[in-house]
Nanobody, 120 residues
Framework: VQLQASGGGLVQAGGSLRLSCVRS???????MGWFRQAPGKEREFVAA???????NYADSVKGRFTISRVNSDSTVYLDMNNMKPEDTAVYYC????????????????WGQGTLVTVSS
């Protein structure tokens, strides 16, 4: 399984950006999600969405980020609004087997990262 992420870039604080991730093998019922890793920090969970559309968010992005997916296209999106400099990180798309997101287990598949930089 390959996950192809795109959409990173440079944005000013308060701005918006959309990340996309496409799964190479097509339709899946896996949980899809996004993680990020800021410079000098550990990778952290951002958001996840189940096949049925149940969503989980990190507290730091609630109310600002929205995760969505199109099952027929095996694509997951992350809409990021009101962005802050602390959102600067490499964002990774990921997939986890199962019907619901399990925070105690690492994803089964990772995509390559896409860099998001938020300037103040």
């Amino acid at each position: 399984v390959q996950l192809q992420a795109s959409g990173g870039g440079l944005v000013q604080a308060g701005g918006s950006l959309r990340l996309s991730c496409v799964r190479s093998e097509g339709y899946t019922t896996h949980v899809m999600g996004w993680f990020r890793q800021a410079p000098g920090k550990e990778r952290e969970f951002v958001a996840a969405i189940t096949w049925r559309g149940n969503r989980n968010y990190a507290d730091s992005v609630k109310g600002r980020f929205t995760i969505s997916r199109v099952n027929s296209d095996s694509t997951v999106y992350l809409d990021m609004n009101n962005m802050k400099p602390e959102d600067t990180a490499v964002y990774y798309c990921a997939a986890q087997k199962g019907w619901y997101y399990n925070p105690d287990r690492q994803p089964d598949y990772w995509g390559q990262g896409t860099l998001v930089t938020v300037s103040s």
